[in-house]
């Protein structure tokens, strides 16, 4: 019996061995949701008469910190306060006299809207400064006909260096602009092209911006002679919404990225209805097209793009004092961080478009930030635009209870400025 | 015996006289030379009994006791002397010699016949019956005596021919008087063998002939050889060659004759003989203290010199004779190990007859030719394979020093860092010696060990042997040294020796104590390479002694298992290496090495009962421990020790599987099996590097070293642990661990126990893994981090890399992600911003005012000065040194664990000397 003991044994655990599930071996820990670090980065512009400030409006109160950086280095850098109101600037000519420079602000709460204000005797700009760059990301409503000047800021604050192709394509097509491909954009520095130089005398231009190493952040700067306006690029999407304030001179620019032809599709939220399918149509690959909304003048209206690939959208306003250009957004949300609203001048008036893309009626609550202190509500029917007039600060708080999409504007004799808002994550 | 009788040729032989001239016989007084203990009555009897009757007979005996009747001299000078002058011939005989009837008659007649000056007799050793003891004999240039006989030849008259030698024994010589007056005597301060020896040279070099007469036999007692020791004998032959050899002989001769007495003295104390070297030195230092005497001695010779010592030379082999005889015995030795029957000692005839010879041959040469990468490039270092640290470091840190790995510790190190340090130290602090010595050893060791274990079990073919890369390269070891794991490799080395001896095997001669002094030294070094090794001794024990092979002793395993101390310190310094199942590699063998062993289990039940035994036991053993390893508990020390020893079950299946080569049905099966792993595993050995992964992650890191003067401390990421060296941490979505930039050594590791420093890292990685922390660089500085450094595939950590601004991306090696950063000041950096480097186990810098900051995990032994800086330390830097003043648990435990295996070596050395 005991001849066969052994062996049973050895058969058994091979049995137990094979059927029974292994340990498996150290693992690692459960990765955690990605957040973006508390970057904006803002393109600014010193000299020629035109100086840039930078806006924070956000949530927390804090320090935060500002850094110039140029040509690989950060050439300074300045911690400044954000107060209780969550609201806190510092003019760029106070951290370095630089002529166009890159600077990155890092704000004590994630939840936070950085902008640049640039204004001259005879221009202001505002432009909101993105966070962490998307690899992709699209530009477009540009033009170098009628003598614009145009120049294309590819800005890396990152510590290693981008490699990044540029397409550019205008109404002949895709462009060809060898110096815009296989660039290497070092670690904390920019890189600017003179696109009126490179592309004289394109009604229409969009770049595709991608980054196959690293991340940029990309801007265009144009002029007309009489302003100036500064906007930058956008991850595409799908989806796209703008609030555009009530001036006589309005069109937005779809801009595809995809590689193929696409479909589009406008809806506008004007005072008196909502016009689904405004207008539609198809885009080239990489092509482009402006839809004019001159027959809504006077009055602050809102626009929904839908395409059925990835487009980059952004609106065109002109008025007496100027020239502005902002992108789109790719959803509503229910607040808003407008940095730099209401901090453009005392001979400006800064107002929010507020638009409401449901199909409720939500209250909205528009409050300054870092002015005095004043709080504003108001009810939005569904589809309705509502223009609120702010109150002198460094930005304001746009909340709602339902989701709402905004944008802000001021009118000087300077100029024309108008910038989309970051939104406020839900919650 | 009388058919061998010589003819006689005395007086009483008519047929030489008849013919012959009327020439008188020759007359020959004999000169007895009293031997304590030995009975002269027998000897003057024999005397009496020649057929050539001598002239005269003379005892020389100093103490006077002489019989009645029987002339006597103090000294054999007197009697040579004193002798007749019608004497022609002394015929010098040892007291406890008997020559046969007619050995004078011999010696008289082939002396005459040969015009001999010096004759001598064959020797028998008396009471034998016909062993030889010696028929004349050569030496080598250093007087070494070289008989050319086999220990206990016997006299078959192969040697029976009168020829000419080089010196003849003292115990029985026939001289012509005249020489032996102007030689006047024999050395008396010399023993028997020394005294011929000499004796003869100074007659070769006065021109005379020195000759052997195998025809005169004298039976002896070897009484004198009992007199005065074995280094009186080499320091009178030492003697002999300063009286007889020229100026220019000696001056070359004395110095290879030292340089072969300590050659000979440190071999034979390989060989466990510490007297050799000894008896050396006291030949030589009596030859100091007696050289005025041999200097005299000269002088008298000089006189008498007819010939150079050309003439010395033309009886004298080539060479040394003792080490030819001691290189001789360590190659028996060495030879022995691979066959218990020692045919390869005993000639290479029977070589190919030998049982599991082959079998060792090709084991040995697949384990060589799966070296052979390492031979060219080197041994890897990944893994867990990496160079010993200085030996004096290794021996520090193991006896409670600082452990260094990751953000340094005070819990003890692996204890492979003490054994590699102790054999680094005494390869005269060469680590690189002691590490290829390891590693080439561990493969020979692997696979002689199973033979030697099968062989212990009572296996004795091929398949003991070939069961080697079994064990090297089978279910577990496979896996764990194709892990990196360089101790996992040489546990496998060891691990059948310390299985062998546990095994009590009656025939080996030795006593119990000194079997249970070699289980714990064997299990103790074993232990030092796997600690948690005692849970392979327990299986084996259990497992042969429940399935029936009762050799295997309890008592032997546990006096084994007391071995085990030398991973107690480390074991208790981190419990989770042998407790938590979390921290496990996750190694598992394929699932079809249960079902081949579990198949092999089965059909060795047509086995013949004792092979049936060995696999089965084999079987269980290694599907035993397999089964274990399902357990949820047991950490990576359990993981090692249960993979090990599922290796080793497998290898004594295949020993047992393989044991017979030949056709027949019932052995086929489980033949089969065996073949199938051996040549799985020899496929594994053979990648050139005994299945250890390819790299070298010192060379891939250098950049640091090339870059920097203090390279810093290094942060590896990877998501696959096996890209990063030793044992690592679980990150959030990777792994990681902390190295020092000016390379990884052996003792680096294995990780200890998280500390403050780490559970702070492990959170600061926590917020640069979620991307939201702009500036890392600043962050890791703070643990003195100046490269981050992604090994392997992407990995999202590199990812969130991306978006930060103070980590610079340095592209240096294609295939790691370097990021250097250049906030760090270093690990250890004084106030004013000076850097200081590690030394030894401490750090050394400029001494300045005020305080060092000490970039290791808090730890109040750490001076002068101490106080705790965060998770870190700060300690004066008035005295340009900081030391850890030790972890005295961990040193008394390495204490005894150093001690347990040189006290089990001192017991058997002592034992067996006994």
């Known amino acids: ?427 | 015996m009388s058919s061998r009788m010589t003819e006689s040729v005395g007086p009483g032989s008519p047929d030489e006289t008849v013919e012959q001239a009327p020439v008188p016989a020759p007359r020959v007084a004999v000169l007895i030379t009293s031997i304590p203990g030995a009975d002269l009555g027998p000897a003057l009897a024999a005397v009496r009994r020649q057929v050539y009757e001598p002239a005269d007979v003379v005892v020389v005996a100093s103490d006077g006791e002489v019989p009645d009747g029987v002339a006597a001299a103090e000294t054999l000078e007197d009697a040579i002397t004193g002798s007749d002058g019608s004497i022609d011939y002394l015929w010098i005989l040892h007291s406890d010699a008997r020559p046969r009837p007619d050995a004078l008659n011999a010696l008289v007649a082939e002396v005459g016949r040969n015009d001999a000056s010096l004759g001598g007799s064959k020797l028998l050793i008396a009471g034998t019956g016909d062993q030889l003891e010696s028929v004349g004999s050569a030496t080598d240039v250093f007087g070494e005596p070289y008989s050319g006989l086999d220990e206990g030849e016997v006299d078959l008259q192969q040697y029976d021919v009168v020829r000419e030698v080089a010196f003849v024994s003292s115990v029985s010589m026939l001289i012509r008087r005249d020489l032996a007056r102007g030689l006047r005597r024999l050395d008396r301060r010399l023993e028997p063998v020394a005294a011929g020896l000499d004796f003869s040279q100074r007659v070769r070099l006065a021109g005379g002939r020195v000759i052997v007469v195998p025809s005169s036999e004298v039976y002896h007692q070897g009484r004198c050889l009992h007199h005065g020791g074995g280094w009186r004998e080499e320091a009178g032959r030492i003697r002999a060659m300063l009286k007889a050899y020229r100026p220019l002989t000696l001056a070359w001769m004395v110095p290879f004759a030292l340089l072969t007495a300590i050659a000979d003295g440190l071999g034979n104390l390989l060989l466990g003989r510490w007297q050799v070297g000894a008896r050396h030195g006291a030949a030589w230092v009596w030859n100091l203290l007696l050289l005025p005497s041999t200097i005299a001695e000269r002088l008298r010779l000089s006189s008498m010199r007819q010939v150079g010592d050309e003439e010395l030379f033309r009886f004298q082999a080539s060479g040394s004779i003792v080490l030819r005889q001691l290189a001789s015995e360590l190659s028996d030795r060495f030879l022995s190990i691979f066959d218990d029957d020692r045919v390869l000692a005993t000639g290479t005839r029977r070589l190919w007859a030998s049982k599991g010879i082959i079998g060792a041959i090709l084991a040995l040469a697949v384990g060589v030719a799966g070296l052979r990468s390492m031979f060219f490039a080197g041994i890897p270092q990944t893994g867990f394979t990496f160079p010993f640290a200085p030996a004096t470091e290794s021996l520090g840190r193991f006896f409670g020093g600082w452990n260094d790995a990751g953000l340094g510790s005070s819990a003890a190190v692996h204890p492979m860092v003490g054994a590699t340090g102790a054999l680094s130290a005494l390869l005269f602090g060469s680590e690189t010696a002691a590490r290829v010595l390891l590693t080439v050893g561990a493969v020979v060791a692997a696979i002689v060990g199973t033979g030697r274990l099968g062989g212990r079990l009572g296996l004795s073919g091929h398949g003991r042997y070939l069961g080697g890369l079994v064990l090297l390269a089978g279910p577990g070891t496979g896996l764990l040294i194709g892990r990196g794991s360089w101790a996992a490799m040489v546990a496998a080395g060891i691990l059948p020796w310390a299985l062998r001896s546990i095994i009590d095997h009656p025939g080996d001669g030795r006593d119990r104590l000194v079997k249970a002094a070699w289980a714990a030294f064997y299990v103790a070094v074993l232990t030092a390479f796997l600690p948690v090794a005692a849970l392979i001794i327990v299986a084996f024990i259990v497992g042969a002694r429940l399935l029936g092979i009762d050799r295997v002793s309890v008592v032997l395993g546990l006096a084994g298992l007391s071995g085990a101390v030398v991973g107690l310190a480390f074991l208790v310094g981190d419990p989770g290496f042998m407790l938590d199942g979390g921290r496990r590699l996750g190694l598992d063998p394929s699932p079809l090495w249960a079902v081949g062993i579990g198949a092999s289990s089965l059909a060795a039940v047509v086995l013949p009962n004792w092979e049936r035994r060995i696999a089965v036991v084999g079987s269980v053993l290694s599907l035993g421990l397999l089964a274990a390893l399902r357990a949820p508990v047991g950490g990576p020390g359990f993981e090692e020790a249960t993979l090990l020893g599922a290796s080793m079950g497998a290898a004594l299946v295949v020993a047992a599987g393989l044991n017979v080569l030949r056709w027949e049905p019932r052995r086929a099966v489980s033949a089969l099996f065996a073949a199938a792993f051996v040549v799985v595993s020899a496929g594994v050995v053979l990648n050139g590097r005994v299945g250890l992964p390819e790299g070298n992650l010192n060379e891939r890191l250098g950049f640091a070293r090339s870059l920097e003067e203090v390279p810093g401390r290094m942060l590896l990421v990877s998501e696959d642990a096996t890209d990063l060296p030793g044992s690592a941490r679980p990150g959030p979505g990777f792994f990681f661990r902390v190295v020092d930039g000016t390379g990884i050594t052996l003792d680096d590791v294995w990780l200890a126990p998280p500390r403050l420093g780490d559970g702070g890292l492990a959170t600061a990685l926590e917020g640069v893994a979620t991307g939201s922390e702009l500036r890392p660089g600043a962050v890791l500085a703070e643990y003195a981090i100046n490269w981050v450094v992604i090994l392997g595939g992407e990995t999202a950590f590199e990812e969130v890399l991306r978006t930060q601004i103070d980590l610079v991306p340095t592209p240096l090696d294609p295939e790691i992600r370097v990021f250097e950063n250049e906030l760090s000041v270093g690990v250890a950096v004084t106030e004013s911003g000076s850097p200081w480097i590690q030394d030894g186990l401490g750090y050394r810098g400029e001494a300045e005012d005020g305080v060092l900051w000490l970039g290791v995990n808090a730890d109040r032994r750490w001076g002068p000065g101490w106080e705790q800086a965060e998770w870190a330390n700060s300690v004066s830097a008035a005295e340009g040194l900081a030391t850890f003043g030790g972890n005295e648990t961990a040193r008394a435990y390495a204490i005894a664990a150093a001690a347990l295996p040189l006290l089990a070596l001192g017991l058997a050395a002592w034992r067996r000397t006994r």
């Open chain 1, 1 to 427: 019996m005991r001849r066969y003991a052994g062996p049973v044994a050895g058969v058994l655990l091979a049995a137990f061995v094979v059927v029974a599930p292994p340990i498996s071996g150290m693992a690692p820990e459960a990765g955690h949701q990605r957040t973006d670090p508390s970057l904006a980065v803002c393109h600014t512009i010193e000299g020629a008469g035109r100086t840039s400030s930078i806006e924070v409006a956000g949530t927390a109160s804090g320090m935060a910190r500002a850094t110039v950086f140029v040509s690989g280095e950060a050439i300074a850098s300045r911690e400044f306060t954000i107060d209780r109101s969550g609201g806190g600037g510092l003019a760029v000519s106070d951290l370095a006299p630089v002529g166009v420079a890159a600077v990155a602000v890092e704000t004590p709460s994630a939840v936070a809207g950085v902008s640049v204000v640039t204004s001259g005797e005879s221009s202001l700009a505002a432009g909101t400064c993105g966070g962490v760059p998307a690899p992709m990301s699209i530009i477009g409503g540009a033009s170098t006909v009628s003598g614009n000047s145009l120049d294309l800021s590819l800005i890396n604050p990152f510590a290693g260096e981008a490699l990044v192709n540029v397409n550019v394509s205008s109404e002949s097509g895709l462009e060809g602009a060898p110096a815009l491909t296989g660039l290497v954009v070092p670690p904390l520095s920019t890189v600017s092209f003179d696109i009126a130089a490179m592309l004289p005398a394109r009604e229409r231009l969009t770049f595709a911006v991608e980054a196959t190493r690293g991340l940029v952040a990309s801007h265009l700067t144009m002029s007309n002679g009489e302003d100036a306006t500064a906007w930058s690029a956008v991850e595409p999407a799908e989806d796209w919404y703008l609030a555009l304030p009530p001036l006589a001179a309005r069109s937005v620019v779809i801009s595809s990225a995809s590689a193929a032809d696409l479909s589009y599709q406008i809806d506008v939220y004007s005072s008196e209805e909502v016009m689904e399918a405004f207008q539609g149509g198809s885009i080239g690959p990489r092509g482009e097209v402006t839809v004019d909304l001159a027959e809504f003048s006077g009055e602050a209206i809102g626009v929904r793009v839908i395409a059925t690939g990835p487009v980059g959208v952004s609106g065109t306003v002109m008025g007496e004092s100027g020239l502005a250009i902002a992108p789109g957004v790719p959803a509503p949300a229910t607040g808003w961080l407008a940095a730099g609203a209401g901090s453009v001048g005392d001979d400006s008036v800064s107002s929010v478009v507020i638009l409401n893309t449901g199909i409720e009626v939500v209250d909205v609550t528009v409050a300054s930030i870092g002015g005095p202190p004043q709080a504003t509500i108001y009810s939005l029917d569904p589809g309705s635009v509502r223009l609120v007039e702010l109150t002198p600060g460094r930005g304001a708080l746009v909340d709602a209870t339902g989701e709402v999409v905004a944008s802000w504007y001021a009118v000087s004799p300077r100029g024309l400025a108008w910038d989309s808002p970051r939104p406020m994550p839900d919650g």
